[in-house]
């Protein structure tokens, strides 16, 4: 999701031209070079600032000046295969159960990541994209999340969620050290897509959902799981009859539901259309300010993307102790509007008005706030929306 910020950074550049033009008192510009007679001239070559990047997708396919818009393309089709992904992958989770879906994401996700390494061109780079949008942004990790909030019981599942968000503040800091200290994309994509080979432990480490198997009737599965948890945290490792009828409710009908169940009625409509918007709104400032560091905030663009991806860590502390004791609808609204606000302020905020290092703080704050509701959103909508019996 972040990698665009080292593998597609882009340098400070300039036009690049002949060593006789520098007598000839011509302006030169990132874009086109100001002739002495006032002409302009495109650029066709580029010289770029090695100081923090090397090379790059940007400085390999030239997308900058009038094909700078592809960079952005680049993001925009990985999402896009996130909203695939989820469209797609969501309902097999809930057909063919949320492990084999999760399982056979990551595996995707470590093929592609790593062939993504191996791209001479932009357009098969941008299908890779599109894929790993698919199987990383939604297959595995939206799989991975409601997995573990169905691990627990229901008194755990702040916690989980928080913990479980608080893993990709430590993966957002380990793009910035990756990328502090490989300069190369190439090398640098692959040390990214190397890193899913980790995920491949799960079909073995990893259960199926316990609710998820008693919703489709196969209670002796989920019995076995519930006692192999029984035994390893050190309790009676036998569930009783009728206990878990406790904790599930039994599936009144084998009716399956789409996503138009979700419209159907006035209540639910006004769910859906609130979550889509909050979805909505909150990924445009979060990935707005994590993608633009380097524009938005001045000094290291590494150590700029590591402080802010690591700024909500103290909020995963004292959060589930705040959503536990004030509800999650309280909350939220209020991080959404402290984060919004901060947004707003920094927008209007004169130039030279502060110090530079406290506009980076004021940001850092900002974003502080938008990852701590990121958090709540997930779980939110779990609870909000309710999709199972479980």
Not at 6 to 13: E, F, I, Q, R, S
Not at 136 to 163: D, P, Q, S, W
């Amino acid at each position: 999701m972040l990698s665009q910020t080292t593998v597609g950074a882009t340098p400070d550049h300039k036009c690049s031209v002949p060593e006789e033009w520098y007598q000839e008192n011509v302006t030169i510009g990132e874009c086109s070079v100001q002739m002495k007679n006032g002409t302009e001239e495109p650029c066709s070559e580029w010289i770029y600032d090695t100081t923090y990047y090397g090379n790059t997708i940007v400085t390999d396919w030239s997308l900058v000046c009038g094909q700078r818009w592809m960079r952005a393309l680049s993001q925009s089709i990985l999402m896009f295969g996130v909203l695939c992904g989820a469209m797609i992958l969501g309902p097999l989770a809930d057909k063919y159960g949320r492990l084999k879906i999760l399982y056979f994401s990551c595996v995707m996700q470590a093929i592609f990541g790593v062939l993504a390494a191996f791209c001479h061109h932009y357009i098969p780079f941008f299908i890779i994209k599109w894929v790993l949008g698919v199987f990383g942004g939604a297959g595995a990790y939206m799989t991975g999340f409601v997995l573990t909030m169905e691990m627990v019981g229901r008194k755990h599942r702040t916690a989980m969620g928080f913990g479980f968000q608080a893993l990709f503040a430590f993966g957002a800091v380990a793009v910035a050290i990756w990328g502090y200290f490989i300069r190369n994309w190439k090398t640098l994509q692959l040390v990214y897509g190397l890193h899913s080979i980790i995920l491949l432990g799960h079909w073995w480490l990893v259960d199926e959902s316990v609710g998820w198997l008693y919703s489709q009737g196969r209670k002796d599965e989920a019995k076995a799981i519930l006692e192999k948890s029984l035994k390893v945290n050190k309790m009676e490792a036998e569930v009783k009859e009728g206990e878990m009828e406790t904790l599930f409710t039994a599936p009144k009908e084998t009716q399956s539901y789409g996503l138009l169940d979700l419209l159907k009625t006035p209540r639910m409509r006004l769910r859906t259309i609130n979550m889509c918007f909050n979805w909505f709104s909150n990924s445009l400032v979060y990935y707005g300010l994590l993608l633009n560091t380097d524009t938005l905030l001045s000094g290291n663009p590494y150590l700029m993307l590591a402080l802010v991806a690591s700024a909500d860590l103290p909020s995963y502390i004292f959060s589930p102790y705040l959503v536990d004791r004030f509800g999650r609808r309280s909350i939220t609204s209020i991080f959404m509007l402290i984060g919004g606000g901060a947004c707003i302020m920094a927008a209007f905020t004169p130039k030279g008005m502060f110090s530079e290092d406290l506009l980076n703080d004021h940001l850092r704050f900002d974003e502080c706030f938008y990852l701590n509701y990121y958090v709540q959103v997930y779980a939110f909508s779990r609870y909000v929306i309710v999709t199972s019996n479980y």
